[in-house]
């Protein structure tokens, strides 16, 4: 079936750098989300993002979050400066409709 | 505030048995939610099992069924026979807007071990 991909697939940075994390998004999908589970815990919402804006945002999506889908290539979610509570699984969704398709995750490490 | 909660794994079967992992569902942003049940397969992503957006529906895929069920605010998912294939993790969700590029919430997931 259709496939979301996410790279990298892990990403260990120091506090206070920058992060890109990547989504590749089913190619005829409109909608776009980010998703952040914290080891034990649930899958999160972040934020979605749709004709090229965002469209809702959690609390979770902290002033220095952002994400950006430039010319329909990589959705992706920035973080700057990052922050030890960063550290997490990020997952990417994309949808046409009511079907969320989700890629394998980004785990992201902030020392 | 919505939330989902279901059972927690680990949830161990043997083949051929029935199934049963509840999910219960508090919406207060929305009066009725679409209800998902997602899986995830070892080395897999998440993707989508079962979806049911009209209160009082069924859905069902791959021998599982759920039932939204408004009064009791529950969609539990089922299987009469379980197969070692069907060893996962099984997440209820809330899609918390009407219509498509809804938010989910999702609950803790269930860990579904299958033994033969």
């Known amino acids: 079936g259709p496939k979301v991909l996410q790279i990298p697939s892990h990403q260990i940075i120091d506090m206070g750098q920058m992060v890109t994390l990547n989504c590749d998004p089913v190619s005829n999908h409109l909608y776009f989300y980010w998703y952040k589970q914290i080891l034990g815990q649930q899958m999160e919402f972040l934020v979605n993002?749709?004709?090229?804006?965002?469209?809702?945002k959690s609390k979770l999506f902290k002033d220095q979050f952002s994400v950006e889908r430039p010319d329909g290539s990589y959705f992706t979610l920035k973080i700057q400066p990052t922050a030890l509570e960063d550290s997490a699984v990020y997952f990417c969704?994309?949808?046409?409709?009511?079907?969320?398709?989700f890629g394998p995750g980004t785990r992201l490490t902030v020392l | 505030g919505d939330s989902v909660t279901q059972t927690e794994g680990p949830v161990t079967v043997s083949e051929s048995e029935s199934l049963i992992i509840n999910c219960t569902y508090s919406a207060t942003s929305i009066a009725y939610p679409n209800l998902f049940w997602y899986v995830r397969y070892p080395g897999e992503g998440l993707q989508l099992l079962l979806k049911?957006?009209?209160?009082?529906q069924k859905g069902s895929s791959r021998g599982f069924e759920a039932t939204y069920n408004k009064e009791t605010t529950s969609f539990h998912l089922q299987k009469a026979s379980v197969q070692e294939s069907d060893s996962a993790v099984y997440y209820c969700a809330l899609g918390l807007q009407q219509g498509t590029g809804s938010k989910l919430s999702f609950g803790k997931g269930a860990k579904l071990t299958v033994s033969p």
């Open positions: 993002f749709y004709n090229g804006k965002v469209m809702e």
């Open positions: 969704a994309s949808s046409f409709s009511y079907e969320q398709y």
């Open positions: 049911v957006i009209t209160a009082g």
